[in-house]
């Protein structure tokens, strides 16, 4: 998620609630979200809006990229040699991405591909991410089951 530049809201405990109850189902009603925690529909609709505005939260369909197409999903972790923006930019435009952060400690980017299968795996690896100017190595750790996967934390 690309964060936004708009003022981050207060996230009092009834904003915490809201995302509680979208987190437990992304399509539950305005008007249901507003009977749990005691807010009229508008209110809460633009506690939503300021907050989606905010970067704070997204609401998306997750879908599993195992069970629509994707055959072979790892993470990588990329060595850069020289600015890490350059490199990170260049990942997150790369179609297998769905995942891309700058990070601290062995590596200093992690991405995560999805792909059809290995042979393509192996193609994205060798003349996609390798051929980055700055990639000064990767290390790939291929997924062979997804054991947990959660969108529901509360960072308070």
Do not use: N
């Amino acid at each position: 998620m690309t964060r936004k530049s708009s003022p981050l809201p207060d996230l009092d405990d009834i904003s915490w609630q809201i995302i509680e109850q979208l987190q437990q189902d992304g399509r539950r009603s305005y008007g249901a979200i507003a009977k749990a925690v005691g807010l009229s529909e508008a209110a809460v609709r633009q506690r939503v809006q300021r907050m989606i505005e905010a970067g704070v939260m997204q609401i998306v369909a997750v879908t599993d990229p195992m069970r629509v197409g994707g055959r072979r999903q790892a993470m990588v972790g990329v060595k850069v040699d020289g600015p890490l923006e350059p490199v990170a930019a260049a990942l997150s435009e790369m179609r297998e991405t769905i995942y891309v952060v700058l990070c601290a400690g062995s590596y200093d980017i992690l991405c995560e591909v999805v792909c059809d299968d290995d042979a393509h795996l192996a193609e994205v690896l060798s003349t996609g991410i390798r051929s980055i100017p700055g990639v000064a190595g990767t290390e790939t750790f291929v997924y062979l089951q997804l054991r947990k996967e959660s969108y529901q934390w509360r960072a308070q």
